[in-house]
């Protein structure tokens, strides 16, 4: 019998479509994509060559105009379809940038609404 093995997320995930750039910090291959769902300690990226599970990353995101980025680390990818992303080191005023979008994410999900960012 095979076991299935069900993915599991450390934290609750929002959808959230922003522009990324993904780059590998060892060969400085970059790809670009959408984010599909965000956290508080990742996201998923669509993008049709995902990078190899284990890969060492830096993400730039934007959202309206608002950028963030972050060093993570590619945990999951799935062919034509993306991978997925934990973050590994952020700095303190991009951690506030993520924190401020899964508020609004939080409010516009119960229907409250929250100033721009």
């Not at 993400?59 to 991978?83: C, D, E, P």
Request: net charge positive; aromatic share 4%; glycine share 8%.
């Amino acid at each position: 019998m095979q076991q299935v093995q069900l993915e599991r997320h450390r934290a609750r995930r929002y959808p959230l479509r922003a522009n990324n750039e993904v780059t590998d910090v060892q060969s400085e291959t970059r790809i670009s994509g959408r984010t599909g769902d965000l956290s508080l300690v990742g996201c998923h990226v669509n993008t049709l060559k995902p990078l190899t599970p284990g890969t060492k990353i830096r993400i730039k995101m934007t959202h309206g105009s608002v950028n963030f980025q972050a060093l993570g680390r590619v945990v999951y990818a799935r062919s034509n379809k993306g991978m997925g992303i934990v973050f590994t080191n952020i700095q303190p005023n991009d951690q506030m940038v993520l924190e401020k979008w899964i508020a609004q994410l939080r409010a516009s999900e119960r229907g409250a609404r929250l100033p721009a960012l």
